[in-house]
């Protein structure tokens, strides 16, 4: 079945760190790039990056340098975003996305997971 | 960055209208413009990409049509399952930007 598993829910501090994994299965891991998506609650969607699966060459929105980081790990067909320095308007479903080069891109996503920031 | 200027925000429609929305791009996107429904807690779906290709299994009630800087979803005959948020995306060029979403009421 293609699809992308991600990781649960997460209640974090502010000023802690969160690391959301996003598993593929499915499909060739490497041949797509994901894209991360967030929602915070009641609004709208917001991208904050892409990050390739083939060779991890990355792309972050404004929100996210400095305190985000994208890796994949080929070997387990998974993706991670880490947000550092975590605030109180961090809080949102977070989103991976399938994506690639083309017009044909946003086709598959995760089931989101929630991050909650609060002390 | 290229905005994404969606119209409405929101309406209230009825089962059978036509509905139309519209995304205006700052910027030329060529057809890297894709639409997403979302039902309240649930994951967006994508309906259309390339600006008017159907995702596979989408009803064809739903259509999409324009290129470059404007755009447009249309629901020919409004169910009752396509009460939701609709999204439109450009990914022509970083960062990508969302629309602010059209929600359609009853």
């Known amino acids: 079945q293609v699809q992308l598993l991600q990781s649960g829910a997460e209640v974090k501090m502010p000023g802690a760190s969160v690391k959301v994994s996003c598993k593929a299965s499915?499909?060739?891991?490497?041949?797509?790039?994901i894209s991360w998506v967030r929602q915070a609650p009641g609004q709208g969607l917001e991208w904050m990056g892409w990050?390739?699966?083939?060779?991890?060459?990355?792309n972050y929105a404004e929100s996210l340098q400095g305190r985000g980081t994208m890796t994949t790990d080929t070997s387990t067909a998974t993706a991670y975003m880490e947000l550092r320095s975590l605030r109180p308007d961090d809080t949102a479903v977070y989103y991976c996305?399938?994506?690639?080069?083309?017009?044909?891109?946003?086709?598959?996503w995760g089931q989101g997971t929630m991050v909650t920031v609060s002390s | 960055d290229i905005q994404m200027t969606q119209s409405p925000s929101a309406m209230s429609a009825s089962v059978g209208d036509r509905v139309t929305i519209t995304c205006r791009a700052s910027?030329?996107?060529?057809?890297?413009l894709a639409w997403f429904q979302q039902k309240p807690g649930k994951v967006p779906k994508r309906l259309i990409f390339?600006?008017?290709t159907l995702h596979s299994g989408v009803p064809s009630r739903f259509s999409g049509s324009g290129s470059g800087t404007e755009f447009t979803l249309t629901i020919s005959s409004l169910q009752p399952e396509d009460f939701a948020t609709y999204y439109c995306l450009q990914h022509y060029t970083y960062p990508y930007t969302f629309g602010q979403g059209t929600k359609l009421e009853i």
């Open positions: 910027q030329g996107i060529s057809d890297y």
């Open positions: 390339a600006a008017f």
């Open positions: 996305v399938r994506d690639r080069s083309g017009p044909d891109a946003f086709d598959l």
């Open positions: 990050i390739s699966a083939f060779n991890g060459d990355r």
């Open positions: 499915g499909y060739s891991f490497t041949t797509y790039t």
